[in-house]
């Protein structure tokens, strides 16, 4: 088909759609129904907000993803231009309208969605994609939020170097046990030959310094060996027994407060390896405040809040957990920030650099992820574990 007969044929679906959207008036459902394909209502299960438009950019169709980021019913968002929801909307105007002409299959952008001004405050940053239906010279529009991308870019990476990490640990373990084993049990045969108590100290410090190693590769394979016990979990108990913890071991200087949502349900979890996943994390951060403690001003905040429609690790949940563990403290030093989670980085002096990685392993096994934004004064873990 020519690309003058296309425009024609779309400029007549548009003027037919503009004068029954003209004036206020309600679009007739019965002949959207005409001009849209079957089975549409899939889309309702994407994270993504689609929504299917004419020429002129009139919408036809909006999921509800589409629905609940614009805080807007469906029906609203199907008496608007699509384009009213945008900061510079003649970009994306010519783009739709040169794809609905078939001068191309489909175009990606970057743009601001607006959103309702009673809900949202600010303009949400999107990819825009942009596809020609063939159907009625309809455009399928697809937005994605920035975030969430690199959100999902992010548990992509965290997915391939946890499976590095059990590679890494596993072929330590092999290399290390045996030698180490032989070495400790070679030192102890060598001290009970000697006579000179000033050559024992050294088979003790061999003997020593192996256990020590062994300790390691030990707490490294901890959670690759320790069964899953599952039973049912609040959050919130988990979140009290690390705040009892903390409080415990640092009794002066420093405030821990609760900011929870009661209304979250209880899920099938390992309860005690949760409590240390965010026992970790939360230790981690009340040493970091170590300045702060001391001149009275650390705090540290637990904060339970529910997430509804979340993609974790390439899967849609309807509902998932999201748990806030943030600090008042310096910030994880930038050399360090993106490799915080690999085994035996630490940004502490003394610091085994493994309790991060355990805390990521043990919420990986909830088929969740951790999270984390730092800058100097605010640092935020984020615990997203999928509900029932």
């Not at 990606?108 to 990819?127: C, G, M, T, Y």
């Not at 100290?201 to 320790?226: G, N, S």
């Not at 415990?248 to 899920?267: C, I, M, N, Q």
């Not at 085994?343 to 969740?368: E, I, M, N, Y």
Request: hydrophobic share 40%; proline share 4%.
């Amino acid at each position: 088909m020519s690309q003058a007969a296309s425009s024609g044929r779309a400029g007549a679906h548009s003027g037919r759609h503009a004068s029954m959207a003209r004036g206020g008036s309600t679009v007739d459902p019965g002949e959207v129904q005409k001009l849209l394909p079957s089975n549409l209502d899939v889309f309702d299960y994407l994270a993504t907000m689609v929504a299917v438009v004419e020429p002129d950019g009139q919408c036809l169709f909006a999921n509800a993803a589409f629905e609940e980021v614009l805080g807007l019913s469906r029906r609203s968002v199907l008496r608007e231009s699509i384009f009213d929801w945008f900061e510079d909307p003649m970009l994306l105007q010519d783009i739709v309208g040169a794809v609905a002409r078939n001068e191309y299959a489909t175009s990606r952008i970057e743009a601001q969605l607006k959103r309702h001004p009673h809900v949202f405050a600010d303009s949400l940053p999107v990819q825009v994609i942009v596809t020609r239906l063939e159907h009625a010279d309809l455009v399928l529009i697809e937005l994605v939020e920035v975030e969430q991308q690199t959100r999902q870019e992010r548990e992509e990476r965290a997915l391939d170097q946890a499976q590095a990490n059990k590679e890494l640990i596993r072929n330590l373990a092999h290399e290390i046990k045996n030698p180490l084993g032989g070495i400790r049990g070679s030192a102890q045969l060598l001290q009970m030959e000697l006579e000179s108590k000033s050559l024992t100290e050294y088979t003790q410090v061999i003997i020593h310094e192996a256990d020590r190693l062994q300790a390691l590769v030990d707490r490294l394979l901890a959670p690759h060996r320790r069964p899953h016990l599952v039973g049912d979990v609040n959050v919130h108990e988990v979140c009290e027994r690390v705040r009892s913890l903390i409080l415990a071991e640092f009794p002066k200087g420093l405030k821990v407060w609760r900011d929870y949502d009661t209304s979250l349900p209880e899920f099938r979890g390992d309860r005690e390896q949760l409590i240390q996943a965010v026992l970790n994390i939360a230790h981690n951060a009340a040493q970091a405040l170590s300045d702060r403690i001391q001149a009275g001003e650390a705090v540290l905040t637990l904060r339970t809040r529910v997430a509804r429609r979340l993609t974790i690790n390439r899967q849609l949940h309807r509902l998932a957990l999201v748990l806030h563990i943030e600090d008042n403290g310096p910030g994880i030093p930038e050399s360090i920030r993106d490799r915080i989670f690999y085994p035996l980085v630490s940004g502490r002096d003394g610091g085994s650099g493994l309790g991060l990685t355990l805390a990521q392993t043990f919420v990986q096994q909830h088929q969740g992820t951790i999270e984390c934004e730092s800058e100097p004064g605010r640092t935020v873990f984020k615990l997203l574990i999928p509900l029932p």
